[in-house]
């Protein structure tokens, strides 16, 4: 049974205009995070959220925003999609942020900018 | 920052073992290793993870060097389906503000 859910797995939006994306967990895991993975490039974290507290990477655009309404749901807004923001974008829980923890991968989407 | 280093692949015989090698000479004291696998189209899945011991599960076995700069990740009789890219990654070990560090990933292919 699928465990972290990503709709939809492709997503075609154009330049500029506004695309979200969406995770569900069935986990009830405590923590939800966002990654972009270019291709043939490792995934690298955007932000993530504990519980509700929102975390940023220092380098992540400011046109990338996250919501997370409740435990179960995730949400990454992309304000004005430029060429360079496609990509496979990926979701992950963990129960902590101890460095122990393992993360669960959604198995992502994929964004492609007209 | 660490900084993980990964060969950029790897090829290896149907039921032999495979030895993954990482480097992270700038680890810290309270660095989780972990390593993740991504199959074709899929997103990252866990394989195992240390600090200081050598570890095992059903996946694969984990070496950690004694001075925690390098660690090798241990298939022990690669499948067809064991061909994916595998990252060495680095987690602080404390809760709160972290880094949490990609390398670049060793493709593995597996031959028949």
């Known amino acids: 049974d699928a465990m972290v859910i990503q709709n939809p797995r492709y997503q075609v939006t154009q330049f500029g205009k506004p695309v979200t994306l969406s995770c569900s967990q069935t986990?009830?895991?405590?923590?939800m995070y966002w990654y972009q993975q270019k291709s043939s490039q490792a995934p690298k974290l955007l932000f993530h959220?504990?519980?509700?507290?929102?975390?940023n990477e220092a380098d992540t655009p400011d046109n990338f925003q996250s919501r997370r309404p409740n435990t179960s749901f995730c949400f990454l807004d992309i304000r004005s999609p430029g060429l360079g923001d496609a990509a496979m974008y990926l979701c992950?829980?963990?129960?902590?942020?101890?460095?122990?923890?393992?993360?669960?991968f959604g198995p992502g989407t994929r964004l492609l900018v007209l | 920052d660490a900084k993980t280093t990964q060969p950029n692949s790897m090829e290896s015989n149907e039921e032999e073992p495979v030895h993954l090698p990482c480097n992270h000479s700038?680890?810290?004291?309270?660095?989780?290793i972990h390593w993740y696998r991504q199959l074709p189209s899929q997103g990252p899945e866990y394989v195992i993870h240390?600090?200081?011991s050598n570890v095992n599960n059903r996946m694969a076995s984990l070496a950690i060097a004694e001075d925690r700069k390098s660690s090798t990740l241990i298939l022990h009789r690669a499948t067809l389906r064991d061909a994916a890219v595998y990252y060495c990654?680095?987690?602080?070990?404390?809760?709160?503000?972290?880094?949490?560090?990609f390398g670049t990933g060793t493709r593995l292919k597996v031959l028949a």
């Open positions: 990654i680095l987690r602080e070990g404390t809760s709160g503000t972290y880094k949490y560090i």
């Open positions: 986990l009830n895991h405590n923590v």
């Open positions: 992950a829980t963990s129960r902590t942020l101890a460095g122990q923890e393992t993360q669960y």
């Open positions: 700038t680890i810290s004291g309270t660095d989780y």
């Open positions: 240390g600090l200081t």
């Open positions: 959220y504990y519980d509700k507290d929102f975390n």
